[in-house]
């Protein structure tokens, strides 16, 4: 049924890179044999699911939304592609992104645009907008993303789906192609709060293959998708985010949605987060600066394309060849910037200023979770935008994710759930923030308040 629906729709979406329905049917008559055999499989054995084109895979392509990555088969799955195999999920194809996970509308992708199915002249939030639109347009039940700054919740907000941030080194990054390492973190899409949190709890966990893993138990994200109750909690509204810049209707649903978690039995109160207006500019130097050394492995010897390779030049002729042709403009930005940071004389004042900063916005959080449960803010200050409207004016798209990236710099769980329709009729998300390892508390008011 969803290869038929990805037949039927993705020609005018575009979520998807590469579908491979031999490969689709034959995983899935894999399931039944080892069902057959007297397997326990999990409670999602047999479900399809879509996975964000940088998690690597075997058996299919893996791009990252580059062109330097064009042809290049992993020789290994990534630890959420081995581990969701393993219970059983069936891989329905890889879905667009924005190149090595730049953006917040897909369009920065080497394979051109993903269009929103609530309106398809607009954008499906990025970078992981293939997963989202897989997602609300029926496409695929489930999806993987990454979040390194907003790149699950922003996504999920304008299509009026579920996604989750969870907390930094509670999902692997083994076989997640690297953006910046201090802040990657795969996790789930889905259309309600309970399915995301099964598939949260399939794939997360220690690791032995990534060292920033946390070894301790997943929280119980499950059972508080199960519990869906706010009754007794504190929620705190960050104060600094809503206001000037924000769209009306996207400010209305939120209030609405506060109002609702008080009608439940939540105290409400309001938080100040003092810190919370430098996120932004301390990630633009802090992402950046960790992209430029994760990206300097491109260098045209050990991954796909190769460009000027005809005896006649030097390898490091080829390596800027290869390496001006491959990445797209974005990429080249962010890796000009971050060498700059981090160049000697200027690390002081930028990264290392930008690092002193990140430990403010920790401390924020560690504040006001002494003081509440969870934070609670919009999750983008406005609905989807038009295809086009922010693609030449970088500061515009980073706008974007002005309330999702403190949670990305301290490491803090986060999720974003729908909450009704803005005035334009597009969809609106509520974010959830909850303390390092509290990822179930999320889940738990998500479930309370998703419409
Ligand atoms: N939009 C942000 C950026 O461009 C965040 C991206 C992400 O979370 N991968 O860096």
């Not at 940088?54 to 959420?80: E, H, N, Q």
């Not at 509670?170 to 949190?197: C, H, K, M, W």
């Not at 519990?227 to 609405?256: C, H, M």
């Amino acid at each position: 049924a969803h290869l038929d629906r990805v037949a039927a729709v993705d020609g005018a979406v575009h979520a998807f890179l590469h579908v491979d329905e031999d490969a689709v049917l034959a995983q899935a008559r894999k399931v039944d044999e080892r069902r057959a055999a007297g397997e326990e499989l999990g409670p999602l054995a047999g479900v399809p699911i879509a996975h964000k084109d940088v998690f690597t895979t075997t058996d299919m392509p893996t791009t990252a939304g580059s062109k330097i990555l064009a042809g290049w088969r992993p020789p290994y799955d990534a630890t959420v592609t081995a581990r969701l195999r393993e219970a059983g999920l069936v891989i329905l194809g890889k879905t667009n992104m924005d190149e090595f996970a730049m953006g917040s509308s897909t369009e920065n992708s080497a394979y051109g645009v993903t269009r929103n199915p609530w309106d398809g002249q607009r954008i499906p939030g990025g970078s992981s907008g293939g997963s989202s639109a897989a997602v609300a347009a029926f496409e695929a039940p489930l999806a993987t993303g990454t979040d390194t700054g907003g790149s699950i919740r922003q996504p999920a907000a304008v299509t009026g789906i579920v996604g989750t941030k969870p907390t930094y080194g509670g999902s692997s990054r083994y076989g997640v192609i690297a953006f910046a390492s201090s802040l990657d973190t795969p996790g789930p899409f889905a259309r309600n709060v309970l399915d995301a949190a099964l598939l949260h709890e399939a794939f997360s966990g220690h690791d032995r293959m990534d060292s920033t893993s946390i070894d301790r138990p997943v929280p119980p994200v499950v059972e508080a998708a199960r519990r869906a109750d706010v009754t007794g909690l504190t929620v705190g509204v960050v104060k600094e985010f809503g206001g000037d810049g924000y769209q009306s209707g996207v400010l209305a649903r939120f209030n609405e949605a506060v109002e609702l978690m008080e009608s439940l039995g939540a105290k409400v109160v309001e938080v100040s987060c003092p810190h919370f207006s430098y996120a932004l500019p301390a990630y633009y130097l802090i992402a950046p600066s960790e992209a430029s050394s994760n990206l300097a492995r491109f260098d045209a010897m050990r991954y796909g394309l190769r460009v000027g390779d005809d005896g006649s030049r030097s390898a490091e002729e080829v390596m800027a060849l290869t390496r001006a042709e491959g990445f797209g403009a974005e990429v080249k930005r962010r890796i000009m910037l971050g060498t700059y940071a981090l160049s000697s004389g200027y690390y002081d004042a930028y990264y290392g200023k930008a690092q002193q900063v990140r430990t403010l916005i920790a401390r924020d959080f560690d504040a006001a979770f002494g003081q509440v449960d969870v934070l609670v803010s919009p999750t983008t200050p406005t609905t989807a935008f038009p295809i086009g409207e922010r693609a030449d004016d970088p500061m515009a798209m980073y706008l974007a994710d002005l309330c999702t990236i403190p949670a990305n710099l301290a490491g803090t769980a986060a999720i974003s759930v729908p909450c009704g329709l803005a005035e334009d009729g597009l969809p609106v998300g509520l974010q959830i923030m909850a303390p390092v390892l509290g990822d179930d508390r999320v889940y738990r008011v998500g479930a309370a308040v998703e419409r």
